[in-house]
């Protein structure tokens, strides 16, 4: 149980031009999912908690307007990278929490891996 | 002061030895502990929640918290070299909604 998946798992794109990332929990449903970006050698970064049906809540120093986020569903967020630039390009994380397991573990998706060219 | 801190290593432990890994939390309410792993190029994987003192047990995986102290550990016996990874410790804060975690501590077990 307690799956997250996500869609591109890796995906190339010419700077900028806008990137769509999907996150969905497959077996539970999730009111609250996470963003984060990871570069390499470096720990996570929490971009954004994402609330079903609500506005995003970005960590400070995030573009809003740049990282769009939408929690359409309980099983669904997505973030759409807009305007993407080279140093945009890094590994996208993003986590879910189960709504109805009374805990505050979060399940990661395997991640999306953006390049900028 | 980190409101998680780890050392980020690398520890370095032969196979079959116990390999202990610390973290320390500046949130005296917090509630709710785990530990994650991170293999590198992937995304993190819970392996331990701890939410009350003293040890939790799970295969060769035991978490340890000392809520007195803000100090939780994990200690991994009979380690392997497909152990070897990046260690996250993560804490839910006093109001329970944000996950605060750790850098990370790089941990190379070697055969």
């Known amino acids: 149980g307690a799956v997250v998946s996500q869609h591109p798992s890796w995906v190339i794109c010419k700077s900028g031009t806008s990137v769509k990332i999907e996150c969905r929990s497959l077996?539970?449903?999730?009111?609250?999912m996470f963003w984060y970006r990871q570069f390499p050698k470096q720990s996570l970064m929490l971009m954004a908690t994402s609330n079903e049906g609500s506005k995003a809540t970005y960590e400070q120093g995030v573009e809003k307007d740049k990282f769009l986020i939408n929690h359409a569903s309980l099983t669904l967020s997505t973030l759409t990278v807009t305007s993407a630039h080279p140093e945009d390009s890094s590994f996208y994380i993003c986590?879910?929490?189960?709504?109805?397991?009374?805990?505050?573990?979060?399940?990661f998706g395997p991640g999306t891996r953006l390049t900028v060219t | 002061q980190k409101e998680v801190e780890q050392n980020s290593g690398p520890l370095s432990v032969p196979e079959g030895a116990i390999a202990s890994l610390n973290c320390t939390y500046s949130?005296?309410?917090?509630?709710?502990f785990f530990w994650y792993r991170q293999y590198s190029g992937k995304s993190p994987e819970l392996i331990m929640s701890?939410?009350?003192?003293g040890d939790k047990e799970d295969g060769r995986f035991t978490a340890q918290l000392n809520k007195a102290s803000q100090y939780v550990s994990l200690l991994i016996r009979d380690s392997q070299p497909s152990d070897s990874a990046t260690y996250l410790c993560a804490v839910n804060g006093a109001g329970g909604f944000k996950t605060i975690f750790g850098a990370g501590t790089r941990l190379f077990v070697k055969a």
């Open positions: 986590s879910a929490r189960d709504s109805g397991g009374g805990s505050y573990e979060q399940y």
């Open positions: 701890i939410y009350s003192n």
């Open positions: 949130d005296r309410g917090s509630q709710s």
């Open positions: 077996d539970f449903q999730a009111t609250t």
